[in-house]
């Protein structure tokens, strides 16, 4: 099926005088990892909770899976884990997904080779008999996971999926994320942890205050701020500093940062330190990481709204 998995014309939520969306719209195209960054309230699990209808938007227009937001057929395909989700603790890991699959309309008589793939591909077929209340934060996570996909969704929904979660945990869940996206799967996840998000994202928007401040593929976002350093053996003399900064570029002792978008254009550079006597043990290039971007607009949009 073409066009986007999710696609947001206009999303507002109100609570009172209180606005949590003020009118978002985004696109997430099919297949792919869609990241959705912001600061604590910034409205991220409000808008997953609209578009599942779990909570009940003041304006919205829009699709998923090519049909309107809130078709109840639709939200069969659809894949959930909400953060800190909490399951009964008497339950087994293997009771929690099949009771999932259960509220999900699986056919019972596919419900346990689902259950026991599922609990083989998130690692825990060993513990799949073992009740949640032995199971530690990280193994809770897993078998959230689990029971999101017991349904074979098109679009997963993961809210803040690694939170509370070891490393090595956190190392797994991108590797279960990724191999969503290989089955074909679009996920969409919530997170805060923004080098998490770096290393899985096709594509981003950084919501502030209930408003979609930046979006686009994440290569382009951080594309932005490309740079080269040049590391020298010793500072650059002042003459040559002198000159360098008044092209835009900038020197701190034997650092010089070029912004380029290629190796071509720091060439002249490159020339005039090399006439000047001056030896260069390092050339690498560098581009903005999302965090410097998301600390970048979000500071840039409280400036906006005149706050601090």
């Known amino acids: 099926m073409d066009g986007p998995a999710v696609e947001i014309e206009y999303l507002k939520k109100r609570y009172g005088s209180f606005e949590a969306l003020a009118g978002v719209s985004l696109s997430v195209p099919r297949g792919s990892v869609f990241g ?75 419900t346990r080779g689902r259950v026991d ?43 803040e999926p690694t939170d509370g979660v070891d490393p090595e945990g956190r190392i797994d869940i ?21 080098g998490e998000v770096e290393q899985v994202a096709d594509q981003v928007a950084i919501l502030s205050h209930g408003k979609v401040i930046r979006s ?26 002198e000159r360098l900064e008044s092209a835009g570029i900038q020197v701190a002792g034997d650092r010089i940062g070029v912004p380029a978008k290629d190796a071509g254009e720091v060439q002249s550079v490159i020339d005039a330190l090399r006439a000047a006597g001056i030896v260069i043990r390092e050339l690498k290039e560098s581009r903005q990481s999302l965090e410097e971007l998301f600390l970048s607009a979000v500071q840039g949009a409280r400036q906006e709204g005149g706050q601090p």
């Not at 894949?79 to 056919?107: K, Q």
């Not at 083989?120 to 029971?147: F, N």
């Not at 191999?179 to 923004?194: D, I, P, Q, Y």
């Not at 976002?221 to 003459?239: S, W």
């Open 174 to 194: 991108r590797k279960m994320i990724e191999g969503m996206k290989a089955e074909g799967r679009t996920v969409f996840v919530n997170s805060h942890l923004l």
């Open 36 to 110: 959705l960054l912001g600061p604590n309230g910034a409205g991220k699990s409000t808008m997953i909770k609209s578009l599942l209808t779990i909570i009940r938007p003041t304006e919205c227009r829009g699709r998923m899976l090519g049909r309107p937001i809130g078709d109840r057929a639709t939200l069969g395909k659809v894949g959930y884990l909400p953060e800190h989700a909490r399951f009964a603790e008497y339950l087994t890991g293997r009771e929690v997904i099949a009771y999932s699959a259960g509220m999900t309309g699986v056919p019972v008589r596919e």
């Open 216 to 241: 686009g593929s994440v290569a382009e976002l951080t594309g932005t701020g490309k740079h080269f350093e040049i590391r020298t053996l010793g500072p650059v003399p002042p003459a040559l500093r």
């Open 117 to 159: 793939r599922l609990l083989e591909t998130v690692g825990m077929k060993a513990w799949g008999e073992k009740k949640l209340g032995t199971y530690s934060k990280g193994m809770r996570q897993r078998i959230g996971l689990a029971q999101a996909l017991v349904n074979e969704p098109e679009i997963v929904f993961l809210d």
